[in-house]
């Protein structure tokens, strides 16, 4: 098979590129490991700031899709050739041989795995689940509910958790954590108006458009406590409730204090098929090991080889709105290359 | 003698705030009175710009934190150095009616000890 371009990975960022560059008269195609398109948005409930289901989104990047545009479903690359002659030759697990002339990585993100924070006690106790999970549990619209059956009473927040973290060698930011804590606080107190919501955070990012609104109605609205502090240990008790030490760092006293519901802010690392594509293209690492760009101002959607861009949250954790611009600007950095071929 | 002053900080109370023994009575009020309370951020500029503070204890964002985490006691004892001048209401980024505040929690003191 011949075509222009490849592009790893459909979801929004993989869709959004390829239904852009078809407009523009190229032949796609896209590759995607699952069975379903969409990605990890498929999977969430409501979007920060603005409460948006996150379906409609999906819907609306998949609504461009065409006949014209190949799509390969739950399969994976095995080995890619680079020819030397500015293009590339792709295996797939399906015994298919592709010959593109360039190359899109919309590979994406993983969630961090947070039993590498083995003092949050993820894994080992029940009640503690990871923001990935509630937001599943908030999309299949189940009831919130403790191990033990019970409607949770006092749920907290722990943010960062395996961002901005040496100790897990990532160093970075993870951008969307810090207000995604903010929402699903505010969705837990609309569903359960008798719990009490905590955060516990080391700073707040509310860098976007409409984020310190969120957030200061999860406080004057919804009455959601912000303790700034890391904590040092969770622990379970003989009923199964955690209890979680932290240093109020702004009061300078420690604070103890019993839930029934420990979330954990899990941040985004660089997913199994970004690190693949990394090694099987000799590409460069950056500092949160995602792909690196040529130049983090002007040329972010190139990779030091030619031929190879990249776009969405296989570069750098961003938001679903910085996904979609990123791609956008990806589709006119392919353009000029193939133009000029 | 030697041995008990050797051993004299065991004496000291636990500095810990225990969250769980706690009453946030006064909180859950304010929540309903006067709900800017809640968007303290504890940035300290209101302790900053204190006169009393300058000489007295009186800590507005101490306060602030500490009704949250249901220190009254704490409270009662600091509230009183307030001479209700203002000047942390017209200094604070998020616009907290830290006057009403003020005389909400004496209102609410002095009721709870009747």
């Not at chain 1, 399906?94 to 083995?118: C, M």
């Not at chain 1, 009473?153 to 804590?181: E, L, M, P, Q």
């Not at chain 1, 379970?236 to 209890?243: A, M, T, V, Y």
Request: glycine share 6%; aromatic share 8%.
């Amino acid at each position: 098979m011949n075509t222009d371009i490849v592009v790893f990975g459909g979801g929004i960022a993989g869709i959004e590129a390829a239904t852009s560059l078809h407009r523009l008269g190229y032949n796609v195609i896209i590759i995607e490991k699952e069975t379903f398109l969409g990605g990890h948005v498929t999977l969430w409930n409501k979007l920060f700031p603005n409460n948006k289901d996150a379906n409609e989104i999906v819907q609306q990047v998949i609504s461009s899709l065409n006949n014209n545009i190949t799509i390969f479903l739950a399969t994976e690359s095995t080995k890619i050739i680079n020819n030397h002659n500015n293009t590339y030759t792709i295996h797939l697990n399906n015994n298919k041989i592709i010959h593109t002339k360039a190359i899109l990585i919309a590979t994406g993100y993983d969630v961090f795995n947070a039993k590498l924070k083995e003092e949050y006690g993820y894994g080992i106790y029940d009640n503690v689940i990871t923001s990935d999970e509630l937001e599943h549990i908030l999309k299949q619209n189940k009831r919130i509910l403790t191990k033990q059956g019970k409607e949770p009473t006092r749920i907290g927040f722990v943010h960062c958790v395996g961002s901005r973290d040496r100790k897990v060698n990532n160093i970075y930011c993870s951008k969307v954590c810090c207000v995604t804590a903010v929402k699903q606080a505010i969705e837990i107190r609309q569903k359960l108006p008798f719990s009490e919501a905590y955060c516990f955070y080391m700073d707040l990012r509310m860098y976007g458009l409409n984020f310190e609104e969120l957030y200061n109605d999860s406080q004057e609205k919804y009455g959601v406590t912000f303790i700034r502090g890391r904590l040092s240990e969770a622990s379970e008790n003989i009923e199964g409730k955690i209890i979680v030490k932290v240093e109020d760092t702004l009061l300078g006293r420690p604070l103890k204090m019993t839930m029934d519901l420990l979330v954990l802010m899990v941040g985004m690392v660089p997913s199994k098929g970004t690190s693949w594509l990394i090694k099987e293209l000799e590409l460069n690492f950056n500092s949160g090991n995602f792909v690196s760009s040529l130049d983090e101002h002007t040329k972010s959607n190139l990779t030091n080889k030619k031929g190879v861009f990249v776009a969405g949250t296989a570069s750098s954790p961003k938001t679903i709105d910085d996904t979609l611009a990123d791609s956008r600007s990806a589709v006119l950095f392919i353009h000029e290359y193939l133009k000029s071929f | 003698m030697n041995n008990n002053n050797t051993l004299s900080f065991l004496k000291k109370s636990d500095r810990t705030i225990d969250y769980d023994k706690n009453d946030r009575a006064l909180f859950y009020y304010l929540m309903r009175v006067e709900p800017t309370v809640a968007l303290c951020i504890a940035c300290g500029a209101c302790t900053a710009t204190c006169p009393a503070g300058n000489f007295s204890s009186l800590d507005l964002h101490k306060i602030m934190l500490s009704i949250r985490r249901g220190e009254k006691v704490y409270i009662a004892k600091e509230i009183t150095q307030c001479f209700l001048c203002g000047k942390c209401q017209l200094i604070c980024p998020k616009n907290v009616n830290t006057r009403g505040v003020i005389l909400q929690i004496i209102s609410f003191l002095q009721s709870s000890q009747l």
